[in-house]
Structures are given as C-alpha cells and as structure tokens.
C-alpha cells in the first residue's frame, strides 16, 4: 500500500516539473507470470536513466491478467491518484486514453496506434499518447509464411483472437489477406474472457492444419490452457512471441518484448524531465526474433528442416 505523501502527488502540466516525488501508473496488461519479466527491463533501464524506484521516483503496479473491465478500473484510479504519467500496453492504451486526456500515456507495445485512432500519426502522435508500435498487420504475412515453411501440406489456418482488444481488427484484415494470397483457408474463432478458451479449442479438433494465436493479454495469461489443448489434439500452433514457446508452443515471430518495454523506460524518462508526448514520434521495434520448440515439433511429428533451423534466432530443446 502506498504512502500518504505519494498520494497526494498531483499530476504536471506538460513541461511543468513538481516538487514532491512523481508516481508512474504502471497498468500491467497481464499477469505478473506473463509480463514480469518485461516490467523488469522497463525498471531496470528506468533505473539506468536516474530514476530508482522509492528514491526519486515512486512505481505503482497494476495487474489486469487480461480483464478488459478491470483494466479500465484501474486506468481510473490511476487518473484520480493523479499520477504523473501511465505506461501500459495492449487494451491497457486503450482503457488509459480513455480515462484522460491530460495525463501522459506510454505504451510499450500496442498495434496500429493511428488506425485504431489513439493517435493522429506516428512522427507526430499529437495529445498526451506515445510510445513504441508493433505494426501487427505488417507480421501477418510472415508468420502465414513460416508455417507454410514447416508444413507445406497447410491447407486450414486457423486464428485465435480476443474481440474485447481493438488491436486485432488489423490484424484480422492480415490473416485474410496473407491467406487469400497463399490460397490457403482461413478460420476465426473468437473469443472475449477466458471462459470461453476450452470451447474454441474443442472446435479445432480434426479441422485445422495450424493455429495463430493472437498474442495479447488474455491469450497471454491462458497461454498454458491454449498450448495444452493445441498439443492434444496435434494442431502446430505460432505465435506472437517468444513466452509461448517457452510454455510449449511451436513457434513464435515478432519483436522482443523485453526490448520494447525497456524502450518504453526512454519516453518515460523524456517525459518525468518534462517533455512534451505529443512531440514524441512513435517509434517502431527494433528487434525481432524467430524461436522455435524443436520438442514440440517432434511431439507433434513435424520434420524441421536445418535450413529453417538455422534462420532461427534460438531453437529450444
């Protein structure tokens, strides 16, 4: 529980510095299993840059574990603590910006930020939004293309989305047309809390050739059900990043998380020094990494080729 004296801190102006310690709004997403170690990088380049925790600068965390509503319940708290800038993800951005338009908002990964109308653009976000994009339509193409690599035969790919995030429109629009292109079938199944996980999975028995689960809080907090079910009943699975594959999944492509996170540590620093979000361009990942479960693979009968092995970032036996 935090103290009287970081309760009563009241949010800055843009270029306005305060007297009494700022609190950073830390509105985690997930669960601290899935996003902990992303938190952590955040807080150690933070760190890096001159702000400690406790010392000059107070961190209030948040846990969502992918809760749309408690997301939003915590973005207003944060926003009646009147704390001095929100770093969030995910639906986190969306939840947040609604909740102020005052406040400072960084994100450390969220998909088209400008599509999804949280910011005017990407050189000039205008408002009090910035942060790091991970362009997810631009992915589709890609993941579509590795599965292929790996089982030549696919003929039904199968998307798992949470409909509750408005990043996966583009995202969709992806999977449609990377499959069309490829003439390859392709399959949504929706969902919205984790109640509805087991059902969606139980659909896919014996009708999908491979999974694409769409990385966000809520596939990411269930990851183990997911994985569990998709190995059951033999379907591939690839997913957004690495953390799936670590629990079982096949294979991951997209940016480094750790990375991002620890990006998003620069805005904030920018920011508590008094810049100005609106004058800070989105910026775009840096790194990106293709992991792949070689046990996995084997469990599921697929032959990897060490052509495709060797393009692998790492191979985990």
């Known amino acids: 529980m935090t103290g009287t004296a970081a309760l009563v801190s009241t949010s800055m102006a843009y270029g306005q510095r305060t007297a009494k310690t700022p609190i950073v709004g830390f509105l985690v997403a997930g669960t601290q299993a899935s996003h902990g170690a992303w938190v952590a990088a955040f807080v150690e380049r933070l760190s890096k840059l001159g702000w400690t925790d406790g010392r000059n600068v107070k961190i209030e965390y948040r846990w969502a574990a992918g809760d749309v509503r408690?997301?939003?319940?915590?973005?207003?708290?944060?926003?009646?603590?009147?704390?001095?800038?929100?770093?969030?993800?995910?639906?986190?951005?969306?939840a947040a910006k609604q909740a102020t338009s005052s406040i400072?908002?960084?994100?450390?990964?969220?998909?088209?930020?400008?599509?999804?109308?949280?910011?005017?653009?990407?050189?000039?976000?205008?408002?009090?939004?910035?942060?790091?994009?991970?362009?997810?339509?631009?992915?589709?193409?890609?993941?579509?293309?590795l599965v292929r690599d790996i089982i030549p035969s696919v003929r039904h790919f199968t998307a798992l989305f949470n409909t509750n995030y408005s990043g996966v429109t583009q995202e969709v629009i992806g999977i449609r047309a990377a499959c069309a292109k490829l003439n390859i079938e392709?399959?949504?199944?929706?969902?919205?809390?984790?109640?509805?996980?087991?059902?969606?999975?139980?659909?896919?028995?014996?009708?999908?050739?491979?999974?694409?689960?769409?990385?966000?809080?809520l596939t990411n907090a269930n990851k183990s059900r997911i994985i569990k079910a998709a190995t059951a009943a033999k379907i591939p699975t690839i997913f957004g990043f690495r953390e799936f594959v670590d629990a079982g999944g096949l294979i991951s492509y997209g940016a480094n998380f750790v990375d991002l996170f620890a990006r998003a540590a620069e805005f904030t620093d920018k920011i508590l020094r008094g810049a100005t979000p609106a004058d800070m361009p989105i910026q775009q990942p840096v790194k990106f990494d293709l992991i792949i479960n070689l046990k996995s693979a084997k469990a599921l009968g697929l032959n990897v080729s060490e052509t495709f092995l060797s393009r692998a970032d790492e191979v985990i036996e």
């Open 104 to 145: 400072p908002i960084v994100f450390a990964a969220y998909g088209d930020a400008v599509a999804n109308g949280i910011v005017e653009s990407l050189a000039r976000p205008g408002g009090n939004v910035t942060g790091l994009s991970i362009q997810p339509r631009e992915l589709s193409s890609k993941r579509l293309e």
């Open 186 to 217: 392709a399959n949504i199944v929706e969902i919205q809390t984790a109640d509805d996980i087991d059902a969606a999975m139980a659909t896919l028995i014996g009708q999908t050739d491979a999974l694409y689960v769409y990385s966000e809080p």
């Open 70 to 94: 408690q997301t939003t319940e915590f973005a207003a708290e944060f926003v009646q603590r009147k704390v001095d800038v929100i770093v969030t993800s995910a639906y986190g951005v969306v």
